[in-house]
């Protein structure tokens, strides 16, 4: 009979097994032969947390929108006509100022285009023969729109008026046929009498003037003699 008492007590003790550490993913022990992981059908993806909802109901904060706008050097048509569409943009006070600003460099341009095109027609008119040849070519023209509007001064001033508002006044073709109109309908100015000229006729109350030969030999018989 054996003796287990004693076998046991001889018998090494036992130690608990020790946990094993996975071997890490580029080891070869954690590949198969194809080249992919043993455990990647049972290795589970971290979760990422989805963002929380947004409560619909939720909007976003509006931009300010002044009362009542509030821009310099600018036409205080133009700001009543544009604060209306501005408030329905919704555009704060320095967005509705950004467009002002770009209008009003617009509208300098623009006016800098018509000013330099009127004083490039000026210089065309006066270079003109009828213009440089001719020192009463406004005077003619001014005597012929007063017979074009002859008994109606308030045309003569719409007449005018429109021809200064839009420059036509100063364009060499317009010019050019004022002055033909003008030629034709002008009367020939009037010509004031000084008496008799002194190489024509002489007045009878008027000593006749000597000619050469008498002033430098006064006794010389004349025919009269």
Do not use: C
């Not at 931009?63 to 604060?83: L, N, Q, W």
């Not at 440089?132 to 001014?142: F, I, K, L, Q, S």
């Amino acid at each position: 009979m054996t003796d287990i008492s004693s076998a046991t007590l001889d018998a090494p003790p036992t130690t608990p097994p020790t946990p094993t550490t996975p071997p890490l993913p580029n080891s070869a022990e954690a590949r198969t032969p194809d080249g992919t992981l043993k455990d990647a059908q049972t290795q589970t993806p971290p979760s990422t947390p989805e963002p929380a909802a947004k409560d619909p109901a939720e909007k976003p904060t509006p931009p300010a929108v002044p009362e009542k706008y509030d821009f310099k050097d600018t036409d205080a048509k133009v700001v009543e006509k544009a604060t209306p569409i501005f408030k329905e943009l919704g555009l704060t006070q320095d967005a509705a100022q950004k467009l002002i600003n770009l209008y009003n460099a617009q509208a300098a341009e623009t006016t800098k285009l018509v000013n330099d095109m009127r004083t490039d027609w000026r210089t065309q008119t006066n270079a003109l023969p009828e213009v440089a040849t001719n020192p009463r070519a406004v005077e003619d023209m001014g005597r012929a729109k007063a017979v074009i509007f002859e008994n109606d001064p308030k045309g003569l001033a719409e007449f005018n008026e429109a021809m200064d508002l839009t420059g036509a006044g100063d364009h060499p073709a317009v010019v050019k046929a004022m002055l033909r109109f003008a030629s034709r309908v002008n009367e020939g100015s009037h010509v004031s009498g000084r008496g008799p000229s002194d190489a024509g006729q002489v007045s009878p109350y008027k000593a006749a003037r000597p000619t050469a030969a008498q002033a430098m030999y006064p006794n010389l018989p004349t025919a009269s003699h």
